[in-house]
């Protein structure tokens, strides 16, 4: 079945200054920047410095792992960011805890054969979106892409994000995709020339031939 409606594109793992510029220009839905320490796309305090001049049509997300409230709120309004991604072990009353910033909530899930899609329930007044990767010690990042059929299992209404490995490969299998609950697409490390690098004229690609296909 070919896609019928516009699935948004989320381009995560920025980290330097010409490159969030380069991509910027590709207009991207979601532009994503990880403040996880432990990551090897951690943005520095430089480059973070240009998340406030991406455009506003571009919604700049900040990605979290089991941080410090006070933390996240203080990048949300340093940074002017548009969406916070929680990619760790934060529970619904944390989440709950930063609707009040006003900005959108993505929970993030890493999804294997054994994941319980129960969990999910109580989050669901809680965040805006889900997010399904794939599931790693790591929190994501692993260049893997899991077993799509695993998404049977999810039963709520909460519009996802799809994350884990995707590649220009992927096209042809996420147009048949039949989910009015599939909101987004999460490209990162398959785009990469090195982490935190992105291949712009790959991304450049994967846009052209996914996006002007459901035009």
């Not at 079945?1 to 220009?25: D, Q, Y």
């Not at 410095?49 to 006070?70: A, M, Q, S």
């Not at 490969?169 to 609950?181: A, L, P, S, Y």
């Not at 987004?184 to 090195?194: G, T, V």
Request: hydrophobic share 40%.
């Amino acid at each position: 079945m070919v896609l019928n409606r516009e699935i948004k594109i989320k381009v995560c793992g920025m980290s330097k200054a010409a490159n969030i510029a380069e991509l910027a220009n590709l207009h991207p839905h979601y532009m994503g920047f990880i403040f996880y320490p432990r990551s090897p796309r951690m943005i520095t305090s430089v480059s973070a410095e240009l998340i406030r001049y991406v455009p506003e049509t571009i919604k700049t997300t900040g990605v979290f792992v089991n941080e410090e409230l006070d933390k996240v709120e203080a990048m949300v309004k340093q940074h002017r960011l548009k969406a916070v991604q929680l990619h760790g072990n934060e529970g619904a009353a944390y989440c709950k805890n930063l609707q009040a910033l006003n900005v959108e909530i993505i929970k993030a899930f890493g999804v294997d054969e054994d994941f319980d899609f129960a969990v999910l329930e109580a989050y669901t007044d809680a965040v805006d979106f889900f997010l399904f990767d794939t599931r790693t010690k790591n929190h994501g990042g692993s260049g893997k892409a899991f077993n799509w059929q695993l998404l049977d299992k999810y039963t709520l209404q909460k519009p996802y994000f799809l994350s884990g490995g995707i590649d220009l490969q992927h096209i042809d299998e996420i147009r048949k995709i039949d989910d009015k609950r599939l909101y987004a697409i999460d490209l990162n490390s398959r785009f990469e020339i090195e982490p935190g690098l992105k291949d712009i004229s790959k991304l450049q690609r994967f846009l052209k031939e996914l996006i002007e296909e459901q035009d």
